[in-house]
């Protein structure tokens, strides 16, 4: 599976937009992103994924650059419930690595009142 | 969305003992579950894939004998962890994929200490 890079920690005003940027340009066409989330001592909470379209669910929204290279979720009004830890992984839709979910450091989102 | 309920969400035992940990999906099927271990400070890292009516296959450097996985139905998996030491002691968490989502439900995690 491609590996991602995110910053390590971001800061964010309640109620304002949070934009977690992610790099991924190692995908491959097959690949999907998904963004996680996990809050201390829980397990990882499913926010959404993608190919190659954006998309917008209740929670977030995710854009994927055309080259599908890059990819920002965004979280249009953040409170401080929304203060986590951010993954971006990209993982194949089949095969033998199907499900297997490759997680890196992520991203410290803060969000402040 | 699908649920996935892990039990027990905490655990402290002795060193030698086995422990085991249950997942569950709740209102759905998982012919296949994962599961993570997670030290603190660090991120997840996948130790096996349970497969419902077979065996499980594991990441490499993880113990199989150590961390026995039991998938026997479509809605639970277990795992034991054997003869148990303190270096042992992490987060355990399982997941499974969402039909509803395709994205993947992770249960809500184990806090292992061996003392």
């Known amino acids: 599976d491609a590996k991602t890079t995110q910053p390590p920690s971001m800061d964010c005003a309640e109620g304002r937009a949070a934009n977690l940027p992610c790099n991924h340009s190692t995908i491959s066409g097959n690949e999907y992103v998904y963004w996680y989330r996990q809050i201390h001592s829980q397990g990882p909470q499913y926010i959404i994924h993608?190919?190659?379209n954006n998309e917008t669910n209740e929670m977030a929204s995710l854009i994927i650059t055309e080259d599908r290279k890059s990819s920002t979720l965004i979280l249009p009004h953040a409170t401080l419930r929304d203060t986590a830890v951010y993954y971006c992984?990209?993982?194949?839709?089949?095969?033998?690595?199907?499900?297997?979910?490759?997680f890196g450091q992520g991203t410290i989102l803060t969000v402040h009142p | 969305g699908a649920v996935v309920s892990q039990h027990p969400s905490r655990v402290i035992c002795k060193s030698g003992t086995s422990v085991k940990i249950e997942c569950r999906s709740l209102d759905f099927q998982a012919t296949t579950m994962f599961w993570y271990r997670q030290f603190p400070k660090q991120s997840l890292m996948l130790m096996a894939t349970?497969?419902?009516?077979?065996?499980?296959?594991?990441e490499q450097g993880v113990e199989k004998d150590k961390f026995l996985i039991n998938h026997a139905s479509l809605t639970l998996s277990t795992l034991t962890v054997t003869s148990a030491h303190p270096e042992d002691s992490s987060f355990y968490i399982c997941?499974?994929?969402?039909?509803?989502?395709?994205?993947?439900?992770f249960g809500s995690g184990t806090r292992l200490t061996v003392v």
């Open positions: 349970s497969n419902e009516g077979s065996k499980a296959t594991y």
């Open positions: 993608g190919l190659k």
């Open positions: 992984i990209v993982s194949r839709a089949g095969g033998t690595s199907y499900g297997k979910l490759t």
């Open positions: 997941s499974a994929r969402d039909p509803d989502s395709n994205g993947y439900t």
